[in-house]
């Protein structure tokens, strides 16, 4: 492998100076953020012709090949992030752009439902480098700036999150393989790009053996959650993350039932909110964590989650839902603040474990989010059952964001570990 070291220095990573890694790292997770929602507007129908059955059946395979996506992320996660300790970042995401461009030709000539789930599989696998650009970020980056910088990466992932399913739509006219080979170009592309562009920051003196014991999620969990305080934050990033995907969980049959919103109105709100959280932890968070610091901003932003998620459960008018926007939006200072305390706490060698192992979390709530939010939403929606109130599961979302503000207050504040 090339020794990109000296580019970095030995002693001292490199530092956000080139801001050209920079910006391959955003496009990096803009592309994963796009990745689900460019070919979201065509998978009923492609689902369709490749297994030429109903709508309904359709659904049931998509939601399939949705959480196998999830399912490799979950397992993938620490693996990736421990190969880039070992190996280094440059490697790990040029490797993983290139593979997921050949994946989306692969979808994109499928003509059987065996290989679309071979496309998810390989899929979920190469999203996996999330950890890896989060740690790349964290390499670059002063320990005060981890919070700031992994902000960027979630204005990234909010980029990616509105521009997405816009693009998917746009070329859905145009077939429904279209967005599939627009994907492709668009990681092959990126890999181009990073490859020039990309200096090695995994230098001999935080580079550490890669361990099966420690490239499994069971075993990153244990590892990772040896570290002082860190078991509790790994909870709170999970349940937090179940509170937070109420939003793609069931925002679009929550518009449609208590709102009436057309499917065009739901995609708008979802782009406002994207745009709302790019603005949020590109450009406001940076000021806001020099203002409070980074405990505080967790403890502020989970707080006015609470106070958005009581409001949307409560709200029967849809103008009100769309004012509440910016408040919502503004709640997203908690994640990056939380993964920067988190980062803080890793010694320099363990940051690909670290962020592998929230992937993995982020994975699992993935997993769970959907089924739990969905059945309350039924359950307080369905014409057989006594309650009615479509907005029971932000109400949900408040009490477990409550949890995480109570468990996180009384979590010690943890010390900057060592190299391990």
Known sequence: MRDWSRHAGQSNPMRMNNRLPVIFILVTVVLD????????????????QVEGQGLADAALWGGMLATIFAAMQFLFGPTVGNLSDRFGRRPVLLISLVIMAFDYVLMALAHTI??????????GITAATQSTSAAYMADISKPEEKAANFGLIGAAFGVGFVLGPLLGGVLAEYGTRAPFWAAAGLAAANAVFGYYVLPETVTDRIRRPFAWRRANPLGAFRNIGALPGLKRLMVITFVYSVAFFVYPGVWAYFGAERFGWSPRMIGLSLGLFGISIAVVQGLLIKPILHWMGERNAVIAGMAIDVLAFVLLGLVTQGWIALALTPLTALGSIA??????????????????????????????????????????????????????????????????????????????????????
């Not at 065996?114 to 899929?123: K, M, P, S």
């Not at 907005?391 to 409550?402: D, E, I, Q, Y």
């Open 335 to 420: 994640g990056p603040a939380l993964q920067g305390i988190m980062s803080r706490t890793a010694s320099d060698d363990q940051q690909g474990e670290l962020q592998g192992t929230v992937t993995s979390i982020n994975a699992v709530a993935t997993i769970v989010a959907p089924l739990v939010v969905t059945q309350t939403f039924w359950y307080f929606t369905a014409p057989e059952n006594p309650y009615y109130l479509p907005g029971a599961p932000f109400l949900l979302s408040a009490l477990l964001t409550v949890f995480c503000i109570v468990v996180f207050m009384q979590t010690p504040r943890p010390k900057r570990a060592r190299i391990a």
């Open 33 to 48: 953020a796009m990745g689900v929602g460019l070919i979201l507007p065509v998978m009923p129908d492609l689902i369709q």
């Open 114 to 123: 065996w290989l679309l789930i071979i496309g998810r599989v390989i899929g």
